[in-house]
């Protein structure tokens, strides 16, 4: 309850506290990624986002999902596979109209449309058949990647296996060293 009430101060400061379009920059062990994030279309999304990254909830984690030619998933797990704690799920927001095309991030999530938490994906290529339609949820974008898409590649085309139940973890483990909010417009 805590964290949903924390959660809840930020969004609700969202417009007093951001400008339109706030940036990050991620530092991986495979080079700096720079995000744009998309603050009015995706205002949860953004909020939950900058949430973790203020608090350095990235900071160790692994890319633990990458499937070449599709995308890159980080933001759930340690090197060992373990899991970590998250706020609570959010609402999806993929009627946005923000579609999934190379270099945005989306929030991933299970079956259930609303269990997003911690966990995004950059796409590698476009895929729109994960965008929202009628009848069909979708994954939520919520930024782009500005500067870096050369590190996203070269993430994309490191070996991968399984490891401790999940498929398609990289060999050698990738890491988030850190994310920082650098700029709005």
Known sequence: MKKLLALCLIIALTPAVWAKDPEVIM???????????????????????LAYV?????????????IPRFMIQT???????????????IVNEAKNRLHNERGTLAMARTNDPDS????????????LRL?????????TV????????????????EPT??????????????KILSMELVASE
Do not use: C
């Open 161 to 174: 296996g399984n490891f401790m139940g999940h498929q398609n973890v990289p060999l050698q483990p990738i």
């Open 75 to 89: 933001g759930g797990f340690n090197e060992r596979m373990q899991e970590k704690p998250t706020l609570d799920p």
């Open 142 to 157: 919520f930024g782009e990647v500005l500067d870096g898409m050369s590190t996203v590649d070269a993430i994309a085309i």
């Open 54 to 66: 203020e608090q350095d909830f990235y900071v160790g984690t692994i890319f633990h999902r990458v």
């Open 27 to 49: 530092r991986t062990t495979h080079g700096d990624v720079t995000i744009r994030l998309f603050a009015e279309k995706a205002p949860i999304s953004v909020a939950n986002f």
């Open 116 to 127: 997003a938490t911690s966990q995004f994906f950059i796409n590698v290529r476009t895929n």
């Open 131 to 139: 965008d929202w339609t009628p009848g069909k949820a979708g994954y």
